[in-house]
């Protein structure tokens, strides 16, 4: 854990401290927007199986270091923006 995050942290009053989860979780969401379609990009290419991967979601797993559930998750949505790529323009952007 990077002690100096977790200072920095616990100096922000409430609202700053809420204010800055919200922005923190926009910006994931959209990280795990680009992320996913990426992985649908990957899908299309094929590419992980010239290099000797079995499937894109072992492939998340051992080169992303992804745990198995955040994987299959990933992959699965990737897998459903190839099929209906207006999920990525869908997805929610903010709360």
């Known amino acids: 854990m990077n002690t ?3 200072t920095a942290a616990a100096r922000l009053s409430d609202d700053a401290l809420e204010t800055r989860l919200k922005l923190l979780a926009v910006r994931e969401r959209d990280a795990t927007v680009e992320l996913v379609a ?3 990009e990957l899908l299309t290419r094929r590419k992980h ?3 000797g ?15 198995e559930d955040a994987a299959y998750n990933r992959v699965a949505a990737a897998r459903a923006v190839r099929r209906f790529p207006v999920i990525l323009d869908i997805w929610p952007r903010d709360s």
Not at 53 to 66: A, E, F, I, K, T
């Open 38 to 40: 990426h992985l649908a």
């Open 53 to 67: 991967w079995g499937s894109v979601y072992v492939w998340c797993r051992d080169v992303l270091h992804m745990s």
């Open 4 to 6: 100096n995050m977790l």
């Open 49 to 51: 199986v010239g290099e």
